[in-house]
Nanobody, 121 residues
Framework: QVQLVESGGGLVQAGGSLRLSCAAS????????MAWYRQEPGNQRELVAAVTSSSVTNYADSVKGRFTISRDNAKNTVYLQMNSLKPLDTAVYYC???????????????WGQGTQVTVSS
């Protein structure tokens, strides 16, 4: 099995910064894309940012220029640096990873448990 554990959420004032981390552990042969999603109550989960194994990144328009996704392949960890936070960024943030557990297995997506980010005005 594979586990994803997030950390770094919390309460911050508008204009502030937070850094989220997500570490993958377990039986891992290769991690392909790693990503951050967020979800507000009553809304669908939306992609915030993603990074491939070769560090190609993709961002939602709403966070471009403010958030930066990065990964440390040696540590199986993905980060999300969030700057210039706005109240609209308030949500539960989830990390996701596409993991192959062996050379021959099909990649499967795993999810973290989520971490709350609250931005006060």
């Amino acid at each position: 099995q594979v586990q994803l554990v997030e950390s770094g959420g919390g309460l911050v004032q508008a204009g502030g910064s937070l850094r989220l981390s997500c570490a993958a552990s377990g039986i891992i042969f290769k991690i392909n894309t790693m990503a951050w999603y967020r979800q507000e109550p009553g809304n669908q989960r939306e992609l915030v940012a993603a990074v491939t194994s070769s560090s190609v990144t993709n961002y939602a328009d709403s966070v471009k220029g403010r958030f930066t996704i990065s990964r440390d392949n040696a540590k199986n960890t993905v980060y999300l640096q969030m700057n210039s936070l706005k109240p609209l960024d308030t949500a539960v943030y989830y990390c996701a990873a596409d993991v192959s557990q062996s050379r021959f297995s099909v990649p499967r997506q795993y999810w973290g448990q989520g971490t709350q980010v609250t931005v006060s005005s």
